[in-house]
């Protein structure tokens, strides 16, 4: 049996018995948030409860690393529309140690993406067209400094309301233990 019919046939028994009615809420978040975080697997449900955030509670965009790295990108863009449409008035970026951006090897991911079958023909399109593999897919050498990177990304933005408090965390993936960063009240003190 495929996994997208296990899925199919849990979702049809969590529909019938009314499982999704534990789960209701609006789409504002309650706490007014939104947190930006990695998506590895070890932060689906240990990343909330680490944080105390239930179902509802806030806004979460995951990606690899928990790095904005285009300030005109689908991911800043997500960050607008929590903060002027979803009454998101908060910021939290949460990387986590021992993540995989942190060793990303442009060259090695670039001869996988061979090996699985993308041509030659098509990566040197890319790169005549101006698209630089490497530099594109390119990690970060230290957790803490993709996490300030991003903050400061976020906080720079023009589009960012004024003194909206933009905060940096680090989280063990084995523990949940939070280190702070970048704390986005201290600096909006600071700018007042």
Same mark, same amino acid.
């Given at each position: 049996?495929?996994?997208?019919?296990?899925?199919?046939?849990?979702?049809?028994?969590?529909?019938?018995?009314?499982?999704?009615?534990?789960?209701?809420?609006?789409?504002?978040?309650?706490?007014?948030?939104?947190?930006?975080?990695?998506?590895?697997?070890?932060?689906?449900?240990?990343?909330?409860?680490?944080?105390?955030?239930?179902?509802?509670?806030?806004?979460?965009?995951?990606?690899?690393?928990?790095?904005?790295?285009?300030?005109?990108?689908? *991911?800043?863009?997500?960050? !607008?529309?929590?903060?002027?449409?979803?009454? $998101?008035? &908060?910021?939290?970026?949460? @990387?986590?140690? %021992?993540?995989?951006?942190?060793?990303?090897?442009?060259?090695?991911?670039?001869?996988?993406?061979?090996?699985?079958?993308?041509?030659?023909?098509?990566?040197?399109?890319?790169?005549?067209?101006?698209?630089?593999?490497?530099?594109?897919?390119?990690?970060?050498?230290?957790?803490?400094?993709?996490?300030?990177?991003?903050?400061?990304?976020?906080?720079?933005?023009?589009?960012?309301?004024?003194? *909206?408090?933009?905060?940096? !965390?680090?989280?063990?993936?084995?523990?949940? $233990?939070? &280190?702070?960063?970048?704390? @986005?009240?201290? %600096?909006?003190?600071?700018?007042?």
């Amino acid at each position: 049996m495929s996994q997208i019919t296990d899925i199919m046939e849990f979702n049809k028994k969590f529909v019938e018995q009314k499982e999704y009615e534990t789960y209701l809420t609006s789409r504002f978040p309650d706490k007014k948030m939104l947190i930006i975080t990695c998506m590895d697997t070890r932060l689906v449900e240990l990343l909330p409860k680490a944080m105390n955030f239930k179902n509802g509670d806030v806004k979460i965009i995951k990606n690899a690393g928990a790095v904005i790295s285009q300030p005109f990108g689908s *991911v800043m863009r997500s960050v !607008m529309v929590a903060l002027y449409e979803l009454d $998101a008035d &908060e910021v939290i970026v949460v @990387g986590h140690y %021992e993540c995989g951006m942190a060793s990303l090897n442009a060259d090695k991911m670039i001869n996988s993406i061979k090996e699985r079958g993308v041509s030659e023909q098509v990566l040197s399109t890319l790169e005549n067209s101006g698209i630089k593999l490497t530099k594109w897919l390119r990690g970060f050498d230290n957790v803490e400094e993709g996490v300030i990177q991003t903050v400061e990304l976020i906080k720079r933005h023009p589009l960012l309301p004024p003194n *909206v408090p933009v905060h940096g !965390m680090i989280i063990d993936p084995a523990t949940g $233990a939070l &280190e702070l960063v970048s704390d @986005g009240y201290v %600096e909006n003190k600071a700018t007042l």
